[in-house]
């Protein structure tokens, strides 16, 4: 079943190009536009929410933080993401005119079905973004919108992950054209970069022997932190969960404009830091952080698109991945992260597939 590969996450993680496609694919009509074809929601609907709520665990978690800002882009509403065990025990303010985003790739999180059973006792909307058809989060939901990633067996996700992602550009282009807070022009010009995306994937799997030469060098390291602005804030923590979870490496992750509220008094000689780069906007924001970074002493490995360059000059090395617009960088930027934390947790003879005390789907509170 392994098809050749050592571990059911490197598969997986080799998978994703024809996870996004298929989840693109899906909701694609030939006149370049997004279908729902199966989700009820209507345009007046969309136009009513004064809110969005994306609630989640784990990695799922981790895309709504990607989902929250793309989706407050591009359609111009308020969205909160919260983490399900927190979500369930505070009267948040849902009412029905919330747009309720559950975010599974089991579908069997329980945390994440109580949440969603309370969300809908308040009256709001459920849509829910799931990856096994039929499970109870997607019974439950008045919507669903799955992501087409094929069985995961890893307990650390990947291809749900990114596929996830793909979910919150679709809903957010969706939102926003039909709310008319995004010009054509964006939107068309979004979808052809989510098209290029499994091809841009595939082209990163090329660094695979230079990411693995890393993890040679660096998985004797006790900590890890991972830290970006913006979107790839989202990504840094996804990033710091893959490589505790199957490393056992203290991994923190924590945005980068934060760090020297505190955070940065850890960071001493040998320290190893990933700084994702990946946002132009704030490209130059990101270099002064890694400049402060070294001068604590730490190693730093920068994750930055192809063409700039400027890192280098601050960043003991640099990961590139291919250019693209800034919203979808996430996708890619994850991808060295996830194997990186793969050959790490290979050099350390763990249990890659199924690490210890973690299983695939929490149904327990
Ligand atoms: O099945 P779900 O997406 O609801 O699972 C949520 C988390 O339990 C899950 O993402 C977990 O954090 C993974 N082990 C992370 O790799």
């Avoid at 909307?125 to 019974?139: E, W």
């Avoid at 282009?173 to 709310?179: A, E, F, I, P, Q």
């Avoid at 030469?213 to 660096?218: Q, R, T």
């Avoid at 617009?325 to 793969?342: H, K, N, T």
Wanted: hydrophobic fraction near 40%; charge should be negative.
């Amino acid at each position: 079943e392994k098809e050749g590969y050592e571990h059911f996450m490197l598969k997986e993680i080799h998978e994703q190009p024809k996870g996004i496609q298929e989840t693109l694919v899906r909701r694609l009509n030939e006149d370049g536009t997004i279908n729902l074809d199966g989700i009820s929601m209507t345009k007046e609907d969309i136009e009513n929410f004064d809110k969005v709520y994306i609630v989640a665990c784990g990695t799922a978690y981790h895309a709504g933080l990607v989902g929250k800002l793309v989706i407050e882009k591009m359609a111009r509403v308020p969205v909160e993401v919260d983490i399900a065990s927190e979500f369930r025990y505070r009267d948040p303010f849902v009412d029905e005119k919330t747009l309720f985003i559950a975010i599974s790739q089991s579908g069997e999180t329980l945390d994440t079905l109580a949440a969603l059973r309370e969300a809908k006792r308040k009256g709001a909307r459920i849509l829910s973004v799931v990856n096994v058809v039929g499970s109870s989060v997607a019974r439950e939901s008045d919507d669903v919108f799955y992501t087409w990633a094929g069985p995961e067996i890893a307990v650390a996700s990947t291809k749900a992950y990114t596929t996830q992602l793909i979910c919150m550009y679709l809903i957010g282009l969706y939102m926003g054209s039909t709310k008319g807070t995004i010009e054509k022009d964006y939107y068309t010009q979004v979808l052809e970069e989510l098209k290029l995306l499994p091809e841009k994937v595939e082209k990163l799997f090329g660094e695979e022997d230079q990411i693995a030469a890393l993890a040679k060098k660096y998985h004797r390291k006790d900590q890890v932190f991972y830290v970006g602005r913006g979107l790839d804030s989202g990504v840094s923590y996804e990033g710091s969960l893959k490589l505790k979870e199957i490393s056992y490496i203290n991994s923190f992750a924590i945005a980068a404009g934060e760090l020297k509220h505190g955070t940065i008094a850890l960071m001493e000689e040998e320290t190893l830091v990933f700084a994702l780069a990946t946002q132009d906007f704030l490209y130059e924001k990101m270099v002064s952080n890694v400049e402060e970074i070294k001068a604590r002493g730490a190693r730093v490995v920068a994750i930055a698109k192809e063409g700039r360059t400027e890192i280098e000059q601050v960043a003991d090395e640099v990961i590139y991945i291919p250019p693209c617009m800034d919203e979808v960088s996430p996708v890619l930027a994850v991808i060295p992260l996830q194997i990186f934390a793969y050959y790490v947790a290979k050099e350390r003879g763990c249990n890659i597939d199924k690490p210890k005390n973690l299983a695939k789907s929490v149904t327990v509170e």
